[in-house]
């Protein structure tokens, strides 16, 4: 196969040149320069796809995914690989389908749900070996890359519990962990706002990810991305440090006005530590606006004894009387995304609040009630000037942190089109950067950061997962109200020298695999 009269942007952040590439089974066997100025004709071989002068190149790598459900169901997830998505960073945020304690309902209950998976859905495997042979068997649209969760196997030993671990139970989550990496997972995550990683210190996390082998990562949601946005920086550092690891800061922000512009000074820190040696980068998304669970906006303590024992404080006047007087009043900025039901989806509490005659913080109690906890949300938090100040970082991977797909309502945006966006909104519009160092940030940049073997440039040998877009319609109109909406200019996707999307159509078979690091 080959692929002419195409704009080659071969990931490395080399300028755009003309010329052709050649593909012979799942690899690139060559790729030809063409001579200064020359397009060849059309092209009428079968074998041959006429890039008509578009660009091509490697096929975009999401830095930070939660779509580890994603094979588990029915209907293709199409929501990245539409956006020219080959490969798919999984198990961040501290949290991975794997490694599950038999019989553990906290969990089921808990992360599983938040999944959108239904407790019968989580009996097939609990070890990380089992989990990734049950991907295998399902199939993947994209690649994926899997973390392994620190929470996950917390709570796999200790429960969802505030308790610090003994030493035995230190013992058993390293072993855990030197399972799925055994198995095939690329690195560590640790979700440090969330139960149950919340309540792990420092000391905790850097002894297990001591455990990684030479050039794994260590990626973090920090402790804190508002005001103690800069002590949780140093606490990441300090694990690379001290863990001798590679560092992935997950979605680089500031929340909350008051901590608007932090990024500067975070972004400091981080390249002071480059310029000592330490392997640390940092991902983004394209948006003003984060999403995750509703309960985040309460107290963190609220879920320290499991999902079933949240819902019975949320019953106790003497809780809400506390979780009150420590909520943080901004309910305009929330949006409930999706919820079990399916109600209040789409809608900002206070709205709601107004509409059920309570006020926001009892609007937020009782939807969490009726719906067991399961509601997700879209949180107007960030400013545009820091999404900005962190998108012309060199060292910034693109990341669509989108939630688990196939939870319905509104989700994020983000989810359907961060990397067209990032084309065009900050590349064609904006130019806040360029069109082949933006590329450099969705190919090679994430593929050298995770270890992805054999991707993220255009080069003789690589495998052929590329993507022919227009540089000048590529982009995504999908709002936080609308936004199932697909990209548009992704003319052509390839994963290992198949066609897999034609004219943005995707042809129907699960073509992805189940990386593992080299």
């Known amino acids: 196969m080959k692929i002419i009269n195409a704009r080659i942007i071969d990931g490395t952040g080399r300028e755009p040149y003309l010329g052709t590439v050649v593909i012979n089974g799942e690899r690139i066997a060559a790729v030809e ?42 209907e293709d997830d199409l929501s ?12 961040n945020c501290g949290s991975s389908l794997a490694p599950i304690r038999a019989g553990d309902d906290a969990f089921a209950e808990g992360p599983g749900r938040l999944f959108g998976l239904e407790p019968d859905q989580l009996g097939g495997w609990h070890s990380s070996t089992e989990w990734f042979a049950a991907v295998d068997a399902a199939g993947t649209v994209t690649n994926v ?61 850097i002894a297990l990810a001591r455990r990684l082998p030479a050039g794994r990562v260590y990626a973090s949601h920090i402790r804190n991305e508002s005001a103690g946005l800069l002590d949780a920086i140093d606490e990441a550092l300090r694990i690379g440090r001290e863990a001798g690891c590679r560092v992935q800061v997950s979605h680089l922000k500031a929340s909350g006005r008051a901590n608007w512009g932090a990024v500067g000074p975070a972004l400091e820190r981080l390249d002071a530590a480059r310029a000592e040696g330490l392997p640390v980068t940092q991902d983004v998304y394209p948006y003003v606006a984060s999403s995750t669970g509703l309960t985040s ?99 910034s991977a693109i990341g669509s942190d989108g939630l688990p797909p196939g939870l319905g309502g509104t989700p994020h945006p983000r989810l359907y089109g961060t990397f067209p966006r990032v084309l065009g909104e900050y590349v064609r519009r904006r130019k806040i950067i360029g069109l082949a160092e933006a590329v450099r940030r969705m190919t090679s940049l994430p593929a050298s950061i995770f270890g992805v073997p054999d991707r993220g440039t255009i080069a003789a040998g690589a495998v052929a997962d590329l993507v ?33 999307i034609t004219d943005g159509v995707w042809g129907g078979t699960r073509r992805g695999r189940r990386l593992v690091p080299a």
Not at 82 to 88: A, H, I, L, N, R
Not at 473 to 489: E, N
Request: proline share 7%; charged share 25%.
């Open 33 to 74: 320069p063409a001579a200064a100025g020359s397009v060849t004709g059309e092209a009428t071989d079968a074998e041959v796809i006429d890039a008509g002068g578009r660009i091509v190149c490697p096929g975009f790598i999401d830095a930070h995914s939660h779509a580890d459900n994603a094979p588990l169901l029915a």
């Open 145 to 205: 890359c899997h973390l392994v969760g620190h929470g996950t196997l917390r709570q796999a030993v200790i429960g969802p519990t505030a308790a610090a671990p003994s030493a035995e139970d230190l013992a058993a989550m390293g072993r855990l962990l030197d399972e799925a990496l055994d198995a095939g997972a690329f690195g560590l995550s640790t979700g440090l706002v969330y139960p149950p990683g919340r309540y792990a210190d420092t000391e905790e996390v």
């Open 297 to 395: 906006t309460l107290a963190g303590w609220l879920l320290d004894a499991g999902p079933a024992e949240a819902l019975r404080r949320l019953r106790d006047p003497a809780v809400l009387d506390r979780l009150r007087a420590e909520a943080d009043p901004h309910y305009e900025r929330i949006m409930i995304s999706s919820t079990r039901s399916h109600a209040y989806e789409g809608r900002r509490v206070p709205e709601l609040a107004t509409e059920l005659g309570l006020d926001p913080f009892e609007t937020v109690v009782r939807i969490l009630l009726e719906e067991e906890l399961h509601v997700t949300t879209v949180l107007f938090t960030m400013c545009e000037e820091d999404v900005v100040t962190v998108l012309r970082s060199p060292h």
């Open 468 to 500: 022919c877009f227009d540089p000048d319609t590529v982009d995504h109109d999908g709002s936080f109200t609308d936004p199932a909406v697909p990209p548009v200019g992704i003319d052509c996707v390839l994963q290992a020298g198949r066609v897999v």
């Open 80 to 91: 990245k690989i539409s956006q020219g998505v080959t490969t798919e960073i999984v198990g």
